[in-house]
């Protein structure tokens, strides 16, 4: 992922009410996919929507726009001038061009913007959380982590532009005499794709792309606090000494890994797991910081 995209990452998460962008943006996600965040990409490993998860009958979903609409256009550190001129060779004002240009002032600056926005969402997780958590953590598997993606947020067409240096600058031009002028929210919701005509330090510009845009919430299964008490116990009163004095580590990376298998079977599993939804913490795993 590139480092100068952070910004916006963590931004968006905040303004869209907990979405995440998918890394690249195009890159599909689906509603009910079962993933891991490894080194900062999303793996996909199924979709609870199979019938062999055995709750594909108690989801309902839902459908919509999505409610943060006057969050877009998002940016920052990012100003904007325009200019129109004409070709001095040709009278005529349709041979002008209008200019528009995009000024960052620090690295990791960003400008974005998207356009028709829906979202499609499992309404009622809540209501067959248990049952999954006994067929992914027991019955049928046993994952100590793992996510479920419960609302998808899908663009149109979206543009994203981000500094990876300090003072960066973008110049797109728009053929035809814009008398009133052009902003940046020409760039993706204006009837022609600009050109850009000059870039000084933005990194991998995307201007009015249509494969579309996707974003997604999710619900992490992972150990609860009540298990990492119940570890703790096992730990204290059952391993040897040489691994009680590394009980931090254990219960932070491997907690339940070191509890004998058969002490984990459906009945008692809701003790030991919980879901929660995705967080700012995640998100920064998936930004691969520390």
Same mark, same amino acid.
């Given at each position: ?137 027991? *019955?049928?598997?046993?994952?100590? @982590?793992?996510?479920?993606?419960? $609302?998808? +947020? #899908?663009?149109? &067409?979206?543009? /994203? ?23 940046? *929210?020409?760039?993706?919701?204006? @009837?022609?794709?600009?050109?850009? $005509?000059? +870039? #000084?330090?933005? &990194?991998?510009? /995307? ?84």
């Amino acid at each position: 992922m590139l480092h100068s995209q952070r910004k916006f990452y963590v931004d968006f998460y905040r303004h869209s009410g907990g979405y995440i962008p998918c890394w690249p943006l195009s890159s599909s996600i689906n509603l009910g996919e079962l993933i891991l965040i490894v080194k900062g990409r999303v793996v996909k490993l199924g979709n609870i929507m199979d019938e062999f998860f055995g709750v594909n009958e108690d989801i309902s979903i839902t459908e919509g726009r999505h409610p943060y609409l006057d969050a877009y256009p998002m940016q920052s550190g990012v100003s904007q001038s325009f200019r129109r001129e004409r070709d001095p060779e040709k009278v005529s004002s349709s041979n002008s061009a209008s200019y528009l240009n995009l000024e960052f002032n620090d690295a990791g600056d960003y400008f974005f913007d998207a356009s028709n926005l829906s979202v499609r969402s499992i309404e009622n997780f809540y209501e067959f959380k248990f049952k999954l958590l006994q067929q992914l953590a027991s *019955e049928k598997f046993n994952f100590k @982590e793992i996510y479920v993606v419960t $609302s998808v +947020m #899908k663009a149109e &067409a979206f543009t /994203l532009l981000t500094a990876e240096d300090d003072d960066a600058t973008l110049e797109v031009f728009f053929e035809g005499d814009h008398q009133s002028g052009v902003t940046a *929210e020409d760039l993706t919701k204006g @009837e022609t794709k600009p050109k850009i $005509s000059s +870039m #000084k330090g933005v &990194a991998s510009p /995307l201007i009015k792309e249509v494969d579309g845009a996707f974003f997604f919430k999710a619900q992490r299964l992972e150990v609860s606090t009540q298990g990492k008490e119940i570890v703790s116990k096992h730990i204290l009163s059952q391993l040897p000494e040489s691994m009680q004095k590394h009980r931090s580590e254990i219960l932070r990376y491997v907690p339940t890994q070191v509890l004998p298998s058969n002490d984990i079977y459906p009945a008692k599993v809701h003790e030991l797991f919980h879901w929660r939804e995705m967080n700012l913490d995640d998100l920064l795993d998936y930004l691969g910081v520390d």
